[in-house]
């Protein structure tokens, strides 16, 4: 019998293990073909000095010290950086909030909420060339007109091109176009609680905002938190969708690390001015993995209880 209990836990342990590999397999996988496979090239870059007229790679480390001094001394650089953090604080404490409000708005399903919630997710359906177009002709052209016509106020320049509001306004697209795929998350999160619990929770008096914060937002969090988790890891490759509205030619002030690491490799003109950018790319996403790191860590320790 001690025999057979013990061929028994032993298959059992068998099964789980491979249960266990099996379910791992598929998402390592993704991992080495989507981020090693298609980085790998561009990390070995980091560390080659290439010379196209006599087609020869050497393996160095200037690279990473030339991108160091570069990220760390050069003011443009430092700007850009600033940048890219900017933008994504801005995102974070303007965006997250809005985008849990008005997915609590749909949740409770008031006035026109399924028209409010297609509004907010068709940006990320239409093509993002179409929704800058738009809103570009509507904030240079079309808003220049209807504050002219209706209200006498002659607008000298638009919103977009207007270097005193250039930056709000585009500000203003990225947060209102990043609502679709969080809302779209946190309002099925939110329809997914156990409508007992929150019967239960109205009959305790947690109503309105109450029942925002004591009730839907801790069964919330999971999803929260994995939205700040990605945005923390796209920080320095976020562009801002600048490209979209300004092509190469996007003001020195407005642009992000993502979009200056986009346009130099744009207008690379040889494998020879890749190395450093790839070094600076790989240098930032150390930066960027420590970061996403220790805010998940931070995370989960702050994680509420969904009882």
């Known amino acids: 019998n001690w025999l057979f209990i013990k061929n028994m836990k032993k298959k059992i342990l068998t099964r789980d293990l491979i249960f266990y590999i099996l379910m791992l397999a598929y998402p390592v996988i993704q991992f080495c073909i989507f981020y ?34 570069l990220l760390t001394l050069d ?43 297609v509004l907010l997710f068709l940006p990320s359906i239409v093509s993002s060339i179409i929704m800058v177009t738009i809103f570009r002709f509507f904030t240079n052209e079309a ?17 977009v091109s207007n270097p005193k509001t250039s930056f709000r306004t585009v500000m203003f697209y990225n947060i209102f176009v990043s ?16 409508t007992e619990m929150v019967e239960a929770a109205h009959l305790d ?19 929260l938190s994995t939205f700040l988790i990605v945005g923390i890891a796209g920080i320095f490759s976020n562009q801002f969708n600048l490209f979209s509205f300004f092509g190469k030619e996007a003001p020195d002030k407005l642009r992000t690390f993502g979009y200056y690491l986009y346009v130099q490799t744009a207008n690379a003109k040889s494998e020879a001015d890749y190395p450093i950018l790839s070094s600076l790319g790989f240098l930032l996403s150390i930066v960027a993995i420590a970061l996403t790191f220790t805010v998940r860590w931070l995370l989960n320790k702050i994680e509420p209880s969904e009882e």
């Open 179 to 194: 609502f679709g795929t969080s809302v779209l998350m946190y309002s099925n999160r939110m329809s997914a609680i156990d």
């Open 143 to 159: 808003l220049l007109e209807i504050m002219k016509k209706f209200f006498g106020r002659v607008i000298e320049e638009g919103l």
């Open 205 to 223: 008096g947690a109503v309105g905002f109450k029942e925002f914060w004591y009730i839907i937002l801790p069964h919330t969090f999971s999803t």
């Open 36 to 69: 090693i496979g298609v980085n790998f090239k561009s990390i070995l870059f980091s560390f080659q000095r290439i010379d196209v007229f006599n087609n020869t790679r050497t393996f160095t480390f200037d690279n990473i010290r030339d991108s160091f001094n």
């Open 75 to 117: 003011k443009t650089m430092i700007e850009t950086e600033k940048m890219s953090l900017r933008v994504y604080f801005i995102s974070l404490i303007t965006g997250v909030p809005l985008g849990l409000l008005f997915s609590f708005y749909i949740f409770k399903k008031r006035f026109v909420s399924n028209a409010f919630r």
